[in-house]
């Protein structure tokens, strides 16, 4: 069945009429933040099948209409590209449902109801036109029977691995007259973590092989327009939102002719409310989208702007030069390189990491190194001797001319040590990493706890724990003194 009465959209400024005029949707065409976008370049993003890349990334805060918009999408799709195939991929079932339940009510404004074909079930609508939409559960099984057009998954961040590397193979291009409607997967979530499926789609988004359009909007982004009943400044002091705002929202305005319609999504009062019941940490994190929480994470006092550098100051390279080792066979053998300045600042001035390669291949680096160090202090494990050689890792690294010390200390108690030279609490910081070692700097930002377990007594061993052994086995033999070991070896 056609609506002739419903034209399609074909410039911007057409669909952002034609949502006005059908669903009674003003959305945002503006950002308030500089860098971020506004949920109408999604729509559009969405809608215009001549932009690239088609994948695309919905960062955006919590309640800031990311499922609803998704859902707009949906049905535009449906309405104006016959016979495509839509699947929602949820965090969860009861995820996906939330976007079901816009989905519904969008088809019951007029006329879009006449296009319903049979009957809306609890995971499928479709039209007379051939298009359709399916939920899909959160499941291996779910995902690999799918072949469609659009894979909309939302609440990334909660996804299994497995599943959505599945779901990467569930596009295919579909023709439509002299036209064609390309595969795509779009993904909306919160950031909550530094280490979750979200923020690696963040980071590979810049990667030219991984080409993937990213909208980001905050909830100052998405504010309704602000009225006379609120002040930025008045005799009961500032507005709660003035850090954010900056007086902006007061600029928007009522859609003429259309009462009660706003351009924002989320209303003045509420946005205050949510600031007021959270931490800064949550609000910076869901609410601002500026960074992922770090509250599961092994060393929160880590932090980019404060840690990281782009040069080493001559002070720094006048000191010693010392290293610290993390053996690995399968997983990565790590060797950090530092100088130690005369007031005991440490900087980090390059890594070795590699996998697979025999331990005099990793003596070869340390011996031939810019910065060949004073000492090495290593894991102490590496005292066991190896059942082919007969001698251990640190008495082969003593016989190739190396100074190795192994001091003993527990895991906590070692990282409590990078802690306090991350952030001590009378000076400023005494551990910075020069921008160039990568493994490390993405390690101490992605060392955590299991998933909501943050008091539990080992962190997790996915890979980020590697560079940050390293790290500790150089800053204990460092910070806490170290007894020698005198070993002879007798000629046979």
């Given at each position: 069945?056609?609506?002739?009465?419903?034209?399609?959209?074909?410039?911007?400024d057409?669909?952002?009429?034609?949502?006005?005029e059908?669903?009674?949707?003003m959305?945002v065409?503006?950002p308030?933040?500089?860098g971020h976008?506004?949920?109408?370049?999604?729509l559009c993003?969405?809608f215009?099948?001549?932009?690239?890349?088609r994948?695309?990334?919905?960062w955006?805060n919590?309640?800031?209409?990311?499922?609803?918009?998704?859902?707009?999408?949906?049905?535009?799709d449906?309405v104006f590209?016959?016979?495509?195939?839509?699947r929602?991929?949820?965090?969860?079932?009861?995820?996906?449902?939330?976007?079901?339940?816009?989905l519904?009510?969008?088809?019951?404004?007029?006329?879009f109801?006449?296009?319903i074909?049979g009957r809306i079930?609890?995971?499928?609508?479709?039209?007379t036109?051939?298009?359709?939409?399916?939920?899909?559960a959160q499941?291996?099984t779910?995902?690999?029977?799918t072949?469609?057009?659009k894979?909309?998954?939302?609440?990334?961040?909660?996804?299994?691995?497995?599943?959505w590397?599945a779901?990467q193979?569930?596009?295919?291009?579909?023709r439509v007259g002299?036209?064609?409607?390309r595969?795509?997967i779009?993904?909306?979530?919160?950031?909550?973590?530094p280490?979750?499926?979200?923020?690696?789609?963040?980071?590979?988004?810049?990667d030219e092989t991984?080409?993937?359009?990213?909208?980001?909007?905050?909830?100052?982004d998405?504010l309704?327009?602000?009225?006379?009943a609120?002040?930025?400044?008045s005799?009961?002091?500032?507005?709660?939102l003035?850090?954010?705002?900056?007086?902006?929202?007061k600029?928007?305005?009522?859609t003429?002719?259309s009462?009660?319609?706003?351009?924002g999504?989320?209303?003045?009062d509420?946005?205050?409310a949510?600031k007021?019941?959270?931490?800064e940490n949550?609000w910076?994190a869901e609410?601002?989208c500026?960074r992922?929480q770090?509250?599961?994470?092994?060393?929160?006092e880590?932090?980019?702007?404060?840690?990281?550098?782009?040069a080493?100051?001559?002070?720094?390279?006048?000191?010693?030069?010392?290293?610290?080792m993390?053996?690995g066979?399968?997983?990565?053998t790590?060797?950090?390189?530092?100088?130690?300045?005369?007031?005991?600042?440490l900087?980090i001035?390059?890594?070795?990491v590699r996998s697979?390669?025999a331990?005099?291949e990793?003596?070869g680096v340390?011996?031939?190194?810019?910065?060949?160090?004073?000492?090495?202090?290593?894991d102490?494990?590496?005292?066991?001797?190896?059942?082919?050689?007969?001698?251990?890792d640190?008495q082969?690294?003593?016989?190739?001319?190396?100074?190795?010390k192994d001091r003993?200390?527990?895991?906590h108690?070692?990282?409590?040590l990078?802690?306090?030279?991350?952030k001590?609490a009378a000076?400023?910081?005494r551990?910075?990493?020069?921008?160039?070692?990568?493994?490390l700097?993405?390690?101490?930002r992605?060392y955590h706890?299991?998933?909501?377990?943050?008091?539990?007594?080992?962190p997790?061993?996915d890979?980020?724990?590697?560079?940050?052994?390293?790290?500790?086995?150089?800053?204990?033999?460092?910070d806490?003194?170290?007894?020698?070991?005198?070993e002879r070896?007798?000629a046979?």
């Open positions: 069945m056609q609506l002739p009465l419903v034209r399609k959209p074909e410039t911007e057409d669909l952002h009429a034609w949502l006005v059908h669903l009674s949707v959305v065409r503006e308030i933040v500089d976008s506004a949920p109408f370049e999604y993003h969405a215009f099948e001549d932009r690239s890349p994948d695309c990334v919905v955006a919590r309640g800031g209409g990311k499922t609803f918009y998704a859902a707009v999408a949906t049905l535009l449906m590209k016959p016979g495509i195939e839509i929602i991929l949820g965090g969860s079932l009861e995820q996906s449902k939330h976007m079901h339940a816009h519904r009510r969008l088809f019951a404004i007029e006329p109801d006449q296009l074909e079930t609890e995971r499928r609508i479709r039209l036109n051939g298009s359709s939409v399916e939920l899909l499941s291996q779910s995902v690999r029977g072949r469609v057009q894979l909309r998954c939302d609440e990334l961040e909660l996804f299994d691995r497995e599943v590397e779901a193979l569930t596009t295919r291009e579909l002299d036209g064609r409607i595969g795509s779009e993904c909306f979530s919160t950031m909550h973590v280490y979750g499926l979200m923020h690696e789609l963040i980071e590979q988004s810049h991984t080409p993937r359009r990213v909208f980001k909007w905050g909830v100052v998405v309704d327009a602000c009225d006379e609120h002040a930025c400044i005799d009961d002091g500032a507005c709660p003035a850090p954010e705002c900056c007086g902006v929202a600029t928007r305005m009522r003429p002719g009462p009660g319609e706003v351009p999504h989320i209303g003045i509420d946005a205050i949510l007021q019941r959270v931490g949550t910076n609410m601002l500026i992922p770090r509250s599961d994470c092994v060393l929160p880590f932090d980019d702007r404060t840690h990281v550098v782009d080493i100051p001559e002070a720094a390279r006048s000191g010693i030069r010392v290293a610290g993390d053996f066979i399968r997983s990565p790590v060797v950090l390189f530092a100088h130690v300045e005369p007031g005991g600042v900087w001035v390059d890594e070795h697979d390669a331990l005099d990793h003596i340390i011996r031939s190194h810019r910065s060949s160090p004073a000492w090495i202090g290593v102490p494990a590496g005292r066991q001797r190896g059942i082919q050689t007969g001698i251990s640190i082969a690294m003593r016989r190739a001319g190396l100074v190795v003993k200390l527990g895991l108690e070692g990282l409590k990078i802690r306090t030279r991350l001590p000076v400023g910081p551990l910075y990493i020069h921008r160039s070692c990568e493994r700097i993405d390690s101490m992605k706890y299991p998933k909501d377990q943050p008091y539990t007594d080992s997790e061993k890979g980020h724990d590697h560079c940050v052994d390293a790290l500790r086995y150089l800053i204990q033999n460092l806490m003194g170290y007894t020698s070991v005198e070896y007798i046979g």
